[in-house]
């Protein structure tokens, strides 16, 4: 292991660590078509063309920088450069930074690849600009059309093709271009955001399979009035629908062994003196099966519609991002993580959604490797992996390209 510790890993590290950093929370700010996200882009961009890799980029701006070696479909892996808001340092930029390095050692190796290597980036991953998780993915593989891609905006209203445009890039007629005739296979290295690594006392995992996930956006009404003078018995106040709701997806998930979160919430007119006309939430919730998900949401939107009628609000629910289960290939999981030196790695769920599965999902055969994350905290600044296994990460990917090219 010590043989193979990669400077350009550390270097690389260190090119990105001030790029979208905000100074208040150390975490980091990489919103899709931003300007931070642009430099790191730009960055991917640098440190392919410096290493003669060709660039093959689509018209969303999704990359995959190609080692043009061996012939047939590329065995291709990477992760995303976009951050969730006052997100951590790892969650994507370790997948790419160490796709990178990897494809240097193998190189400095004299390793000859049977077929040839990509490194890719996906944008906007997270879904934290436009809401729909994976987009880029998605779009590559046509699991979304552009047609539906279209309606999307941003908090401020700016739709995807304007914010695109106002970065240079104009879409014109795009089509899905990612199939299993471009790639034998995808692997995506990310930092583990969990704590089951830690509990194992392995510095590497490999996946096994996604829990199904998706994001609910509750549209509460309620009539606007004085916060003094409206009896309390006289208002339709949102905000009680809303946080009855926020409490009732708490306990649902916790009773059924599941997840449920709200994490965002708008309210109108935002007046600390008034009865609120107005609340818009967004729920988060992830189950082991697609039935347990469905019946999660379908519970909770229950109990929030009985909540509505007690309080004279109206409710509507809308799913604006839904991806299904995603079973890992299990034969390329157990190629993967079996026999090393340091035995075999474990292989693990996650309940985090990523680009894997959006590929796994459209047919491609896709795995993950996990590095540890010695707290589990993740989508927060605290989110962080040791250099030593980051390193690991390296030689775990490197280790993984040679056998799925050779
Ligand atoms: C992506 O990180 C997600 O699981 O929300
Ligand atoms: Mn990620
Ligand atoms: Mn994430």
């Known amino acids: 292991?010590?043989?193979?510790?990669?400077?350009?890993?550390?270097?690389?590290?260190?090119?990105?660590?001030?790029?979208?950093?905000s100074p208040r929370s150390g975490g980091y700010f990489r919103q899709p078509f931003g300007s931070a996200e642009r430099e790191l882009d730009a960055w991917f961009v640098e440190q392919a063309t410096a290493r003669g890799l060709r660039l093959e980029t689509d018209a969303f701006g999704n990359r995959v920088a190609w080692w043009d070696a061996g012939t047939g479909p590329g065995v291709v892996t990477g992760s995303h450069l976009d951050s969730v808001l006052d997100g951590g340092a790892y969650d994507g930029p370790l997948g790419v930074v160490t796709a990178l390095s990897a494809v240097e050692l193998l190189r400095e190796r004299g390793f000859?690849?049977?077929?040839?290597?990509?490194v890719s980036v996906f944008v906007e991953e997270e879904g934290s600009r436009f809401g729909l998780a994976?987009?880029?993915?998605?779009?590559?593989?046509?699991?979304?059309?552009?047609?539906?891609?279209?309606?999307?905006?941003?908090?401020?209203?700016?739709?995807?093709?304007?914010?695109m445009a106002a970065q240079g890039l104009e879409v014109e007629n795009p089509q899905?271009?990612?199939?299993?005739?471009h790639l034998a296979c995808f692997v995506e290295l990310h930092v583990e955001q969990g704590r089951d690594l830690v509990d194992r006392g392995a510095a590497i995992g490999v996946a096994s399979r996604i829990w199904p996930h998706g994001r609910y956006r509750f549209d509460i009404a309620g009539s606007p009035n004085h916060a003094g003078t409206t009896r309390m018995e006289d208002r339709q106040d949102p905000m009680l629908t809303y946080a009855m709701t926020a409490l009732a997806a708490n306990k649902q998930a916790r009773?059924?062994?599941?997840?449920?979160?709200?994490?965002?919430?708008?309210?109108?007119?935002?007046?600390?003196?008034?009865?609120?006309?107005?609340v818009t939430a967004w729920?988060?919730?992830?189950?082991?099966?697609?039935?347990?998900?469905?019946?999660?949401?379908?519970?909770?939107?229950?109990?929030?519609?009985e909540r509505a009628s007690r309080d004279g609000t109206t409710l509507s629910v809308t799913a604006e991002s839904v991806s299904g289960a995603v079973d890992f290939d299990p034969s390329l999981a157990r190629r993967i993580a079996v026999d090393h030196e340091t035995g075999d790695w474990p292989i693990l769920p996650t309940q985090a959604g990523h680009d894997?599965?959006?590929?796994?999902?459209?047919?491609?055969?896709?795995?993950?490797?996990?590095?540890?994350?010695?707290?589990?905290?993740?989508?927060?600044?605290?989110?962080?992996?040791?250099v030593p296994d980051c390193l690991a990460g390296v030689d775990a990917l490197t280790a993984t390209l040679e056998r799925l090219a050779s």
Not at 113 to 118: D, W
Not at 358 to 383: D, K, Y
């Open 255 to 278: 009773v059924a062994g599941q997840r449920a979160t709200f994490g965002r919430v708008d309210t109108q007119p935002n007046s600390t003196n008034s009865v609120p006309s107005a």
């Open 176 to 181: 899905p271009w990612l199939g299993s005739e």
């Open 134 to 163: 994976c987009l880029g993915s998605r779009l590559a593989t046509g699991a979304t059309s552009w047609e539906q891609a279209g309606a999307l905006r941003d908090r401020d209203g700016v739709r995807l093709d304007e914010a």
């Open 283 to 305: 729920m988060d919730a992830r189950c082991e099966t697609d039935e347990a998900l469905a019946e999660l949401v379908a519970t909770i939107t229950r109990l929030a519609e």
């Open 1 to 21: 292991m010590e043989a193979s510790v990669p400077d350009h890993f550390e270097q690389m590290w260190r090119d990105l660590e001030p790029l979208g950093r």
């Open 112 to 118: 000859r690849p049977a077929r040839p290597i990509g």
């Open 356 to 386: 894997a599965g959006i590929l796994s999902a459209q047919g491609i055969p896709s795995a993950m490797l996990f590095v540890r994350n010695p707290t589990g905290v993740s989508h927060s600044p605290a989110e962080h992996a040791e």
